[in-house]
């Protein structure tokens, strides 16, 4: 602080705290110990390689092919790097430079269903501690496809969105708050639209209008109307409507909804197309 030169006074940029003379937070700088440089995550492509799931050995892969039929799901592992490790599925999450970030382990069942709590890749396989420094899952697609960004909230879903619409790069945001400062400015230059889950609109909403982003209402009008409850995702209206999950592993799944294309129309304001 100005004017105080050798005395303990002034503000701390290591511990965020401000020293003044008659203060109960004057600390005697002999005994401060300095804040250490943080450890942040590091993975290597190696680790990537190491735990590619090349025959389709995670629960989720295993889903994947019976519900999109072997080719897709192989197209849809080697897309996204999907890992195996004990049977669980490993989402890495690699920027747009190619370089890994993290990698969320999820146990999920050949149904589908998400079993237990995530885990991460250096906790679980190389047993370490470190800070992550998340990215979007699938943001590694980005500067190979000329098409507009969608972000779902959970891998699972950007991973089933992308054979279902792959008119867009699916990405993930990793939770309900994924939507980071830093991971909406690496996308802020491109056709963004977010797809929240059920009852997150508001929310999703008003983090994507601060950087430009489209909030689709599609997700919250099919809760309205029945057809989803809340929390789930964009998925479960695929997955959980019998005419339509017997359809998944045609090209398309608009093609053959009548329903869908009855929906649209009702909603003319969602902007979507018919088939």
Not at 5 to 28: A, Y
Not at 99 to 125: C, F, M, Q, S
Not at 190 to 210: I, Q, R
Request: glycine share 6%.
């Amino acid at each position: 602080e100005k004017g105080f030169k050798n005395q303990f006074i002034g503000h701390c940029h290591g511990c965020l705290k401000d020293f003044w003379k008659d203060s109960e937070t004057l600390v005697p700088l002999e005994s401060y110990a300095p804040v250490e440089k943080v450890n942040y995550c590091n993975p290597q492509t190696s680790h990537v390689k190491e735990t590619f799931d090349y025959d389709l050995n995670s629960g989720f892969a295993i889903f994947l092919v019976e519900v999109f039929g072997f080719d897709k799901a192989t197209e849809a592992v080697e897309k996204y790097y999907l890992g195996v490790w004990d049977s669980k599925t490993v989402f890495w999450q690699i920027d747009q430079k190619g370089d890994p970030r993290a990698a969320k382990i999820i146990n999920y069942k050949r149904d589908g269903h998400r079993e237990g709590y995530p885990n991460w890749h250096h906790t679980l396989v190389l047993e370490t501690e470190c800070q992550l420094k998340q990215t979007f899952f699938g943001a590694h697609l980005i500067p190979n496809y000329d098409l507009p960004i969608a972000v779902a909230e959970g891998a699972k879903a950007a991973v089933i969105m992308s054979i279902i619409r792959p008119e867009y790069i699916w990405v993930s945001a990793e939770s309900k708050g994924g939507l980071s400062k830093s991971k909406c400015e690496s996308i802020a230059e491109y056709n963004v639209t977010l797809f929240p889950d059920a009852g997150c609109y508001e929310l999703w909403k008003s983090k994507g209008d601060s950087y430009g982003f489209n909030t689709t209402k599609e997700v919250e009008l099919l809760m309205h109307k029945g057809y989803i409850k809340d929390g789930d995702d964009i998925t479960d209206y695929f997955l959980n409507t019998p005419e339509l999950r017997a359809c998944l592993k045609q090209k398309t799944v608009k093609k053959y909804d009548a329903e869908w294309n009855a929906f649209v129309k009702q909603n003319p304001e969602l902007g979507l197309k018919k088939d």
